[in-house]
């Protein structure tokens, strides 16, 4: 998911596990490339997105349907 408000681009993936503890650390190296990858080409196609900076949030959902959103979950490259 891809939202924007005040400049700031927030890339948002979701992670869904049995426990929100497993789901938290479900994200792997290579996926958290893949998404940095993606977003340069988005920014790329779309200059005037992100102005006041990116950032890479979690939303982890367990198997009850709880959900939470660690903010800044990574840091893309620079």
Do not use: H, Y
């Not at 200059?47 to 893309?76: H, M, N, S, T, Y």
């Amino acid at each position: 998911m891809v939202a924007e408000k005040e400049g700031l681009l927030a890339i948002v993936e979701v992670k869904a596990r049995a426990r929100l503890a497993d789901a938290a650390v479900s994200l792997s190296d290579r996926q958290q490339a893949r998404l940095i990858s993606a977003t340069e080409i988005v920014l790329a196609n779309n200059p005037q997105w992100g102005v006041e900076g990116v950032r890479f949030d979690l939303l982890l959902v367990d198997a009850a349907g709880v959900v939470r959103r660690i903010a800044d979950a990574f840091r893309g490259n620079g």
